[in-house]
């Protein structure tokens, strides 16, 4: 079967369907893969669809270029202030924010189709959170996972810190949250947060072997 490729209305987010594998890739490279409101619009559509689409069988989510997912977008969330932005309150702010993690780690995570994270490179922050709400990890050998939120001041979000605790246990995810060291991928594999650990170039092939 030849591979279909679905619009999902952003370069930010791409989609293609082969053989009952969904592959979505987070496609901002030039950013490391870091979230945009155009990439969490369109992975909550695609992974509600997903759901109930009987032609996807399993979820794989990637990264494109050298990196997995950098998290948000420090710079254009600091170029937005404090999130009151138009008619936003604080509280509608949070609660836009709940929704949105609910609908795409959240999504991920309880999803009752495989879902299968493929990091090609780095898993930071939010993407780190991404990358553990899949059921299984492939790893390239040259990614590195960390928290990365106590280097901006942040709390760990889109459930990474429930995520990790069930992993690794509450007291080496609040080593990992509070230190935000990095995890190697031969350390991730060791400490059961990497299933997988492969050379670069082949990641995907062994991850859509994996996935079939």
Same mark, same amino acid.
């Given at each position: 079967?030849?591979?279909?490729?679905?619009?999902?209305?952003?370069?930010?987010?791409?989609?293609?369907?082969?053989?009952?594998?969904?592959?979505?890739?987070? +496609?901002?490279?030039?950013?490391?893969?870091? /979230?945009?409101?155009?990439?969490? !619009? &369109? #992975?909550?559509?695609?992974? =509600?669809? %997903?759901?109930?689409?009987?032609?996807?069988?399993?979820?794989?989510?990637?990264?494109?270029?050298?990196?997995?997912?950098?998290?948000?977008?420090?710079?254009?969330?600091?170029?937005?202030?404090?999130?009151?932005?138009?008619?936003?309150?604080?509280?509608?702010?949070?609660?836009?924010?709940?929704?949105?993690?609910? +609908?795409?780690?959240?999504?991920?995570?309880? /999803?009752?189709?495989?879902?299968? !994270? &493929? #990091?090609?490179?780095?898993? =930071?922050? %939010?993407?780190?959170?991404?990358?553990?709400?899949?059921?299984?990890?492939?790893?390239?050998?040259?990614?590195?996972?960390?928290?990365?939120?106590?280097?901006?001041?942040?709390?760990?979000?889109?459930?990474?810190?429930?995520?990790?605790?069930?992993?690794?246990?509450?007291?080496?995810?609040?080593?990992?949250?509070?230190?935000?060291?990095?995890?190697?991928?031969?350390?991730?594999?060791?400490?059961?947060? &990497?299933?997988?650990?492969?050379?670069?170039?082949?990641?995907?092939?062994?991850?859509?072997?994996?996935?079939?």
């Amino acid at each position: 079967m030849t591979a279909r490729t679905i619009d999902t209305g952003t370069t930010d987010l791409l989609a293609t369907l082969d053989d009952g594998v969904l592959v979505l890739t987070l +496609n901002r490279p030039e950013a490391r893969n870091a /979230m945009s409101a155009a990439m969490n !619009a &369109a #992975l909550s559509e695609q992974l =509600a669809k %997903a759901e109930l689409d009987n032609d996807v069988k399993v979820i794989v989510l990637t990264g494109a270029g050298n990196g997995f997912c950098a998290g948000g977008d420090v710079k254009g969330m600091a170029a937005k202030g404090d999130g009151t932005v138009g008619n936003n309150t604080i509280d509608q702010a949070i609660h836009k924010q709940r929704l949105n993690q609910r +609908n795409t780690s959240g999504k991920l995570f309880r /999803m009752p189709k495989p879902t299968i !994270a &493929a #990091l090609p490179g780095p898993a =930071a922050g %939010a993407g780190f959170s991404f990358a553990l709400a899949c059921d299984m990890r492939v790893m390239s050998r040259t990614a590195f996972m960390t928290t990365a939120f106590a280097r901006v001041g942040f709390s760990g979000d889109y459930g990474g810190t429930y995520f990790l605790a069930q992993l690794v246990g509450s007291a080496k995810a609040r080593e990992l949250y509070m230190l935000s060291d990095r995890v190697s991928a031969d350390e991730a594999l060791r400490l059961g947060l &990497a299933n997988w650990v492969v050379e670069p170039d082949q990641l995907m092939a062994k991850t859509m072997e994996i996935a079939r």
